[in-house]
């Protein structure tokens, strides 16, 4: 089994204890590897449009992105860790998720991706978790991902991981091992199902597709769709 983390910061405080509290038991039955933004992508797209119109290896953050993304590919399960800032995932997740546009499903979406799972966990003070999750979510959906599942935590108590009650935190800690448990249970041998919602979305885009190479037969995503087979009879989510 092998796991892709992606955490939205380097500070290791509530979110981070989560987060190893949830890999505790996955630790020793899986290969994990793990990113924490910003470092590992340390800047922010800059909208040059450069991996839609002619190649994502010539972003000028690829030596990044592609690592990231990589490891993401290989990995059976993804996890996404963030706090709430503001109501929202954190900037430097943010800014990874925008590089990964052209992975979106009107662009040139990664047949792996369908079928993979993916576990997002977030904490808040107050409110704010439900939408930094959903910051996530999105992009996972449009890159055809349906098995997606969320934990959060409405700590109002304090920001710091020793001030909270032990009885809170021993009923975070039974929910992450409870979901912790249920990712060992998982036969990732065979894909996760794909949702409507994501095959509709395909099937839109598909639409799309066909009529942007109508219009022009080498346009970099039509081009992308058609050798996949895509604009046919194809479907990523059929292996």
Known sequence: MRITVINGTEVKGVT?????????ELRDKAEITEFYLPRDCPSFC??????????????KDAEYIQRIER????????????????????????????????RWMPHRPAEEMFGKRAVII?????SGAKSAMRDIRDSLSWWGISSV????????????????????????????????HK?????????????IAVKAKFLICRMLQTSLGKADP???????????GWTGKVRPWKK
């Open 183 to 195: 990712c060992l249970m998982t036969d990732y041998g065979r894909p996760a199902h794909t949702g």
């Open 218 to 228: 080498e346009y970099t995503d039509f081009k992308y769709w058609r050798d996949k």
């Open 122 to 126: 977030s904490q808040c003070l107050g």
């Open 71 to 102: 490891a993401m590919l290989d990995a059976d399960l993804l996890v996404f860790t963030t706090p709430a800032y503001v109501f929202h995932a954190t900037g430097a997740m943010k800014a990874m998720l925008d590089h990964l546009g052209y």
């Open 16 to 24: 981070y204890r989560l987060k190893e509290i949830f890999l505790q």
């Open 46 to 59: 800059a909208g040059c449009k450069t991996c839609f119109l002619k190649d994502e290896h010539m972003c």
């Open 149 to 180: 599942k969320t934990c959060s935590f409405k700590l109002m108590s304090d920001v710091k991981w020793d001030n909270i009650p032990g009885a809170k935190r021993d009923k975070m800690t039974a929910k992450l091992c409870g979901l912790s």
